[in-house]
């Protein structure tokens, strides 16, 4: 199967190296690595070419945009522009573990129901030899919670018809694993390797995960929601989906969920709020329940 990787990148000079070098180093090398940068100020740009030309790496494809896209769609564009079966994500600043592309392709060609696998990543590095192991693969089911995305977007291989499909629900402001996490989950085909094939670093400059709480950013994360339920509202009508009509229950009840919030949000009324206590399984945990109240008195 043809593999693809592709990576975004901005200013991200500082801890690029190391990613590239495990992309370089893998055990299953790719057949293709897109890199698609959004306007570096750093020496990003120069950084990349000279690492390409440095070790003759055929097959490497890196693009500059003429203007800055947003993260969001220029990994849209990156996507777009790939012409793998198989693509993985990449961000500018993780290392992958040697075996990643050969285990979690190993995993799709056996098990053809998957689209989108994801697997486990390390908070610290901890590089070792890792063994593909077909009993740590586990599907995702469809429930209350399909509007949270569990995995990063650099844990993701997804085949690439699933991206076709997904990109129908796609607008401008959806992150691509976003849309992709629920495309695979709502067509029962999104699943998990329970081993850790990365180490995901987060630092303050990371491009995501740095959202505001408050009301006002509340209000406009659940717009965004709403949006999204739109779209895979009209995805499931144009689809053969399984257990369709269940499935419409639950995504209906979750608009229920964010129209309630913005309500919340606006108005800090209690009676909101307790009215929402019939909602709580469509929350991450009890306490993101507790901070609704919290940032609505506190707007």
Known sequence: M???????????????????????????????????????????????????????????????????LGWRKNFMEAIRMSSGELIFTCDQDDIWYADKLEIMEKAMQENKKIQLLVSDYDSEYKDSKKIYQSDCIYRYEFDKKFMFIKRPGCVYCFRRELFDTAETMWFDYYPHDAVLWRAALVTDSLYVYKQPLIYWRRHETTATGHDKRDAESKIVSMEYYLEAIDKLIEFIENNKIENKKQKKMLIDRCREWCELRIDLMKTGKLSKWIKLSGYIGNYYNCKSYLADLVMAKNK
């Open 2 to 68: 043809k593999i693809s990787v592709v990576m975004t990148t901005y200013n991200g000079e500082k801890y690029l190296t190391e990613q590239l070098d495990s992309l370089r180093n893998q055990s299953r090398l790719p057949d293709e690595v897109i890199i698609c940068d959004d306007g570096s100020s750093d020496t990003t740009n120069s950084l990349v070419d000279d690492y390409i030309k440095k070790y003759s790496l055929n097959g490497w494809i890196h693009k500059v945009n003429e203007v800055n």
